[in-house]
Each structure stands twice: as structure tokens, then as C-alpha cells.
């Protein structure tokens, strides 16, 4: 199972990015899908997740502000970023449950990561 994320890049403070993550290979199923980020020194944080039927959540820091979404039929999970701010500066990694076969327990995958850079 791969995860391929796209879309960061260089914006300014107030800008907008849309960040794709897709996952391949052979599964049976997919569960929660989300995006984490890290800035430098920092832990990883958690931004959004959205579960199967697509319930989302957010981080306090971003609510109002970013949106997840996810496409079954392409096993793609979406994240829209609006009013972007410097502190958003980050690489964001995506990350998705995945039932490999109907008796295998749920495991996480994880995306490379791609550079989200905010500047003010």
C-alpha cells in the first residue's frame, strides 16, 4: 500500500493550497484517512482526519480554515487550506487505516510528506 501526496508548496500569508493524497495497491478496505503536520522542532501534530463515510475533525488551529474530504472511488483524501498563515508553515504528511485483507486488523500508512511554506 502507497500513499502519494501533492500539492504544497509557497504561498503567501492569506493564500490558498489544496494538498491530494492517494493511496494504491491492494486492500480490502481504507478507514479514517487524515493529514498531520510538522513543523521544524516540533512534534507531529494532528490538523484533520475523516473517517470512512467521511465524518470530519479538526484541530482547534485550523477549524474555519481548512477543509477535508475524501473521494472513495479514487481512494483519495483532500485537504483545502484557506487564510493561510505563517504559523502553518510545515510538512504535512497524510495518513490512512488500511484493512489489507477482510480478516487483517486496521494499520496505519503514512504518506512521504510534502513542504507546505507560508510566508508573511
Known amino acids: 500500500v502507497q500513499l502519494q501526496a501533492s500539492g504544497g508548496g509557497l504561498v503567501q500569508a492569506g493564500g490558498s493550497l489544496r494538498l491530494s493524497c492517494a493511496a494504491s495497491?491492494?486492500?480490502?478496505?481504507?478507514?479514517?484517512m487524515g493529514w498531520y503536520r510538522q513543523a521544524p522542532g516540533k512534534q507531529r501534530e494532528l490538523v484533520a482526519t475523516t473517517s470512512s463515510i467521511g465524518t470530519p475533525t479538526y484541530a482547534d488551529s485550523v477549524k474555519g480554515r481548512f477543509t477535508i474530504w475524501r473521494d472513495n472511488a479514487v481512494n483519495t483524501v483532500y485537504l483545502q487550506m484557506n487564510s493561510l498563515e505563517p504559523e502553518d508553515t510545515a510538512v504535512y504528511y497524510c495518513?490512512?487505516?488500511?484493512?489489507?485483507?477482510?480478516?487483517?486488523?486496521?494499520?496505519?500508512?503514512w504518506g512521504q510528506g510534502t513542504q507546505v511554506t507560508v510566508s508573511s
Open positions: 495497491g491492494s486492500f480490502f478496505m481504507i478507514g479514517d
Open positions: 495518513s490512512a487505516g488500511v484493512k489489507r485483507t477482510l480478516t487483517t486488523r486496521l494499520y496505519p500508512y
